[in-house]
């Protein structure tokens, strides 16, 4: 089956410091992946919407620059959080799919905490 | 924006009984999924519906897509402990580049 795998599972940094999430569709070639944020006990609330080769599209209310997104390959994106705080505290969760028309599998998340 | 009404909340059912929970929307979706999460991990595809009116079973899971579009159920039969954890249906539109609108999630808890 479809098998996205997200890195890493767990990050603990102070404020200030940026942290990268990578997000790899190992059994398949995404032509897109996607971001997602998970505050607890609430649903997933998409965040932003990446294309292999070109620039990310960001939901209203992400800021760009803080959540920074390169999609390089067609199994790798990643998420940077740059000068993270200790609101940007959260569950993030990337998504894969093969095809417009196909399901998106999701990673097994990376719970962010900053101190 | 789009929104999906799922319900129930949560459940709290004993082992052996079947399950059943819904998604509505206002909103016609080209497609519906429903994944279930587990504590501390990602949604994980249980089954995708691609037709108005189609029924698919995944083992003990049955979901239909209803036939005007707007909603989906999902019926989980002889629950057992394992099935524990958040369940979420997700629409899928055609216009926008195909994101998914999720509901809001269905707690499920077995007694054993």
């Known amino acids: 089956g479809a098998v996205v795998s997200q890195h890493p599972s767990r990050v603990i940094c102070k404020s200030g410091t940026s942290v990268k999430i990578e997000c790899r569709s190992l059994?398949?070639?995404?032509?897109?992946m996607f971001w997602y944020r998970q505050f607890p006990k609430q649903s997933l609330m998409l965040m932003a919407t990446s294309n292999e080769g070109s620039k990310a599209t960001y939901e209203q209310g992400v800021e760009k620059d803080k959540f920074l997104i390169n999609h390089a390959s067609l199994t790798l994106s990643t998420l940077t959080v740059t000068s993270a705080h200790p609101e940007d505290s959260s569950f993030y969760i990337c998504s894969a799919r093969r095809a417009i028309d196909r399901p998106q599998h999701f990673g097994d998340g990376t719970r962010l905490s900053i101190l | 924006g789009q929104q999906l009404n799922q319900s129930p909340q949560s459940m709290f059912i004993q082992e052996g009984e079947d399950v059943s929970m819904n998604c509505t929307s206002s909103s016609i979706f080209n497609t519906w999924l429903w994944y279930k999460q587990d504590p501390g991990e990602g949604p994980v595809l249980l089954i995708a519906l691609y037709k108005a009116g189609e029924l698919t079973s995944n083992g003990r899971l049955t979901a239909q897509f209803g036939i005007t579009r707007k909603d989906s159920f999902l019926n989980i039969s002889a629950s057992i402990p394992s099935d524990v954890g958040i369940y979420f249906c997700?629409?899928?539109?055609?216009?926008?580049?195909?994101?998914?609108?999720f509901g809001a999630g269905t707690i499920l808890r077995v007694k054993s």
């Open positions: 997700a629409g899928q539109l055609k216009t926008g580049g195909n994101k998914l609108v």
């Open positions: 059994d398949f070639q995404a032509t897109t």
